[in-house]
């Protein structure tokens, strides 16, 4: 019997393999060059991707990172949740560096809009959480990024309290809808113990009016763009924000943000099917880390676990919060590609890892009645019962900011990567060896 297929689709997506900050940003800038329209497909400003160019560092949190490409189209798709008044300041911090920005930015109508009440229940919640827990069985907070992220993706899952980008363009509608929002909120920021004075939903009407009319020119239907986009032979490159250890569904939950930030968010948060994805690059440290509260089994709480912060400038894009450092989780990394459907994985700062006298590889884990387990536990739970088992591996001391291809690492820099490559049995297609775009070894 004969079936009809999609073919191979040209299609990217790049997608973080850890909790956070594996340098995605990186390589979605450098993947620009090879497509045509970059999406983000989740999350918000609780993002912050680094892209180094010739000495410039930029940090995007709602734009795509393929924005300092010319000639490339930049799509914020209706699964990402849009502080307009950030979207706006990125905006014009980019176009102050001659960026530029124009009919090259989408916004989806269909987004979900943060509004400044989220950022205060964001706040409220994790502080009434560490105080009233503290005494009990350790704090409830999560250590947010405190934008608001979850307080906005709670009213688009309540529906009749949302408010989508399309709806900044008409100023009546919005403002009918936040007379009622206003006193329910009112209400829940008071029971939360903020001290303030109600909200004034037709101030806030008017403020937020006049950002829709700044941002009318990009907001569009992003689902006919993109498809239209592909039918004209166009190629996408998905950007994920946030990663899959941080998904709302397959994550170590209840500390995950609140989005589907592993590929599996792409479809509903673009509207293109997942058969529209042909390559999917999981993007993962040399070593592992982690902001903000929750289950960390290999987390090195010593010098070793200091120095790789340092080496590392491991320090929030978004929050300026110094990240949880610790050894590579393979468990975890095989775990989440597996989720993401990762066909190959970029391998990113490899040259933190120089000048280790012994580096270690988490491959299973020990539970607290004895028993080993090589599968990830994707409850915070049971993976707060978790130790390590470790692999050891003898370091090197040479730099690797200078090498420009893999034959020329040091041998015990290729054994590391081999060892992944097969613990993982997928292609480690990329090292990341510098900052910068050009320090990154691409191929086999
Ligand atoms: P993202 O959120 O996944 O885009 O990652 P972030 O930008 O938050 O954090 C990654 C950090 O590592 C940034 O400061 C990047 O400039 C930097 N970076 C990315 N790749 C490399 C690499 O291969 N080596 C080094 N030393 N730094 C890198
Ligand atoms: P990028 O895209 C690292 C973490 C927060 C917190 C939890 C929930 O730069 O890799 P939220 O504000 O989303 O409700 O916070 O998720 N978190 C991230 N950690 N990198 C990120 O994004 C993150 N986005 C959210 O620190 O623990
Ligand atoms: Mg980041």
Request: hydrophobic content about 35%; proline content about 5%; some cysteine.
């Amino acid at each position: 019997m004969k079936y009809a297929t999609n073919g191979t689709s040209p299609n990217t997506a790049v997608v973080g393999l850890q909790w956070g900050d594996e340098g995605k940003g990186k390589i979605v800038d450098l993947l620009t060059a090879e497509h045509d329209v970059i999406v983000r497909y989740n999350g918000g400003a609780n993002a912050g991707h680094t892209v180094e160019v010739a000495g410039e560092r930029y940090a995007l949190h709602l734009i795509p990172s393929g924005i300092l490409n010319p000639g490339k189209r930049n799509v914020i798709g209706n699964g990402v949740v849009v502080d307009p008044e950030k979207l706006l300041e990125e905006i014009d911090r980019l176009r102050s560096r001659g960026v530029k920005i124009a009919e090259n930015l989408q916004v989806s109508d269909r987004a979900h809009v943060v509004m400044p009440y989220h950022k205060e229940q964001d706040a409220a919640l994790e502080e009434f959480l560490s105080n009233v827990a503290s005494s009990e069985r350790g704090s409830l907070a999560i250590g947010t990024t405190r934008r608001g992220i979850g307080p906005a993706y709670a009213d688009k899952i309540n529906r009749s309290t949302a408010i989508r980008m399309g709806d900044l363009l008409d100023a009546e509608y919005l403002r009918d809808r936040l007379r009622v929002i206003c006193r329910l909120r009112t209400a829940e920021l008071k029971a939360l113990g903020v001290q303030a004075p109600p909200l004034d939903p037709d101030a806030l009407a008017e403020r937020f009016a006049k950002l829709g009319d700044r941002l009318r020119p990009h907001i569009t239907d992003t689902v006919y763009a993109l498809h239209d986009s592909m039918r004209t032979g166009k190629t996408l490159l998905f950007e994920g924000a946030n990663a899959c250890l941080l998904d709302i569904d397959h994550g170590t939950y209840p500390y995950v943000t609140s989005s589907n930030c592993s590929t599996l968010g792409i479809p509903p948060g673009t509207g293109v099917p997942g058969n529209n994805i042909g390559r999917i690059l999981g993007i993962m440290k040399a070593y592992s880390s982690r902001v903000g509260a929750g289950p960390f089994p290999t987390e090195l709480l010593d010098e070793t676990g200091n120095l790789i912060r340092e080496k590392g400038r491991e320090y929030g894009t978004t929050t300026g919060r110094p990240r949880r450092t610790g050894w590579l989780d393979l468990v975890a990394v095989k775990y989440s590609s597996m989720v993401c459907g990762a066909t190959g994985v970029a391998c990113t700062l490899f040259d933190v890892l120089a000048g280790f006298d012994e580096l270690k590889i988490c491959t299973q884990y020990r539970m607290a009645d004895g028993s080993i387990v090589d599968r990830f536990l994707p409850d915070a739970r049971m993976l707060a019962k978790a130790t390590p088992i470790y692999t050891t591996f003898k370091g090197w001391t040479e730099e690797l900011r200078d090498v420009s291809d893999r034959k020329s690492l040091p041998i015990n820099a290729a054994k590391y990567l081999a060892f992944i490559e097969e613990y993982l049995g997928i292609p480690i297609e990329m090292v990341g060896v510098g900052p910068d775009r050009r320090h990154t070894l691409v191929g086999v």
